[in-house]
């Protein structure tokens, strides 16, 4: 006799086995040095700003003797003695820490990109799905708005809602949303088109199923993945966006700790204190550059026909 309690746990071990072996065979494929700079710069120091950061963002350690402190490594300037340990990265005008601050930063930045994708995404893919299932005259409506939408340039778009609005995180939440939306609902749209046809989706018509649970349950699933890759794509560009308008001064208001607030603080000591504006820059540069990368990476392993070459 066999015994089927061996067999089945043997069975559930090597399925299990199998799983991590293939968690271990795709975390290896990952693009580590992206990996790795969206940990130190962007994720890690957004979610315990309030940990690492040495100094509080909005307060100067030294009061105003420590403003234009250079960095730790460097030696007498126009303004200052030198570096200090005090501060690592150096200090801004009126002696606040920079490195505290682009840390702080990273969680304004994460913020504004989790809010304002996820309200311009649900926005677009309610709208695409919608669009791309029933057609006809609301396709028709819709993807006209789509065409004027994107047929105005970002910046303009974000300057004059910014200005109208005032600057302030709610509006660049309510900029980041009414740029992206188009992008999901185009998306979306050209996908449900080509989703609707297929035989498993004129099977659930048949069997009953309503329209909402046909949009919700069959055809939402199938374009996950395409979400996830444009989303992660779309986090280095509301980085960007953020931080020009924070640059323009239409953005988020002073004193809060955003990169792009930091470089317009610098950008007139570029040459006595050159430290203030570089390395919020950096910051960003790198962080969108790898998220650029690891959006890159992401498609190409949930394709199926680029995952097959």
């Known amino acids: 006799m066999v015994d089927n309690t061996a067999v089945k746990s043997r069975i559930i071990s090597y399925g ?12 290896r494929r990952l693009p580590i040095i992206p990996v790795l700079v969206l940990l130190v710069v962007f994720i890690i120091p957004a979610i315990f700003a309030d940990v690492i950061a040495p100094h509080k963002p909005l307060t100067s350690p030294l009061g105003l003797k420590g403003r234009l402190e250079p960095p730790v490594w460097s030696g007498p300037t126009l303004t200052s ?3 200090t340990s005090t501060h690592i990265l150096g200090a801004d005008k009126v002696g606040r820490d920079v490195l505290s601050r682009i840390i702080h930063g990273s ?3 994460m913020k504004i990109s989790l809010v304002g994708i996820g309200i311009g995404g649900f926005i677009g893919v309610s709208l695409g799905l919608i669009s791309g299932y029933f057609r006809g005259w609301l396709d028709h409506v819709i993807m ?4 004027i939408s994107l047929s105005i ?6 300057l004059a809602l910014a200005a109208a609005l005032g600057p302030s995180f709610r509006t660049i939440i309510i900029v980041v949303a009414v740029l992206l939306w188009a992008v999901y609902a185009r998306q979306v749209r050209g996908d449900t088109l080509a989703m609707r046809e297929r035989d498993f989706i004129a099977r659930a018509r048949v069997s009953g199923c309503s329209h909402f649970r046909i949009i919700v349950r069959h055809i939402l699933p199938n374009v996950t993945s395409t979400l996830i890759v444009l989303a992660t ?8 966006l953020e931080a020009s308008l924070s640059f323009l001064g239409v953005g988020l208001s002073p004193p809060t700790p955003a990169w792009g607030l930091m470089v317009a603080d610098g950008r007139e000591l570029i040459v006595t204190a050159w430290w203030v504006a570089f390395f919020p820059g950096v910051a960003i540069m790198l962080t969108v550059l790898s998220l650029n990368l690891f959006g890159d990476w992401l498609r190409d392993r949930l394709d199926p026909k680029l995952r097959q070459l």
């Open 16 to 27: 299990v086995m199998g799983k991590v072996r293939g968690f271990v065979r795709e975390a």
């Open 107 to 109: 969680r304004v930045s």
């Open 153 to 158: 340039p970002a910046i303009l778009l974000a």
């Open 81 to 83: 003695e030198g570096g």
């Open 144 to 147: 006209r708005l789509v065409d």
């Open 233 to 240: 794509l779309q986090v280095g560009l509301v980085i960007l």
